[in-house]
Nanobody, 119 residues
Framework: QVQLVESGGGLVQPGGSLILSCAASGFTFSSYDMNWYRQAPGKERELVAHSPSDGSMIIYADTVKGRFTISRDNSKKTVSLQMNSLIPEDTAVYYC????????????WGQGTQVTVSS
């Protein structure tokens, strides 16, 4: 059974930091691209950071470049998102995603964790 379990969300003041973690199980973690998405109220879900399975270029949304860092540990089957210099516009539900293509699209999602940036 595939599971992605996020943790680490919460309330933080502007300028603060948070680390989100995602623990994966039930699939071959190292063979999957791992991503963080977010969805703010009234907005579409957007890609925040992408960590490809082959270790090639990591991609960030322009809105978080230089502030967020994605990292993965294939041995522990975890992916994290270090978020620094948080701003109110970062407020959203953050989702961990695993993606691969094996003749068909394989796409798994966590339940999401709320991040609120407010004074």
């Amino acid at each position: 059974q595939v599971q992605l379990v996020e943790s680490g969300g919460g309330l933080v003041q502007p300028g603060g930091s948070l680390i989100l973690s995602c623990a994966a199980s039930g699939f071959t973690f190292s063979s999957y691209d791992m991503n963080w998405y977010r969805q703010a109220p009234g907005k579409e879900r957007e890609l925040v950071a992408h960590s490809p399975s082959d270790g090639s270029m990591i991609i960030y949304a322009d809105t978080v470049k230089g502030r967020f860092t994605i990292s993965r540990d294939n041995s522990k089957k975890t992916v994290s998102l270090q978020m620094n210099s948080l701003i109110p516009e970062d407020t959203a539900v953050y989702y961990c995603n695993a993606w691969a293509y094996r003749g068909r699209r394989l796409d798994y999602w966590g339940q999401g964790t709320q991040v609120t940036v407010s004074s």
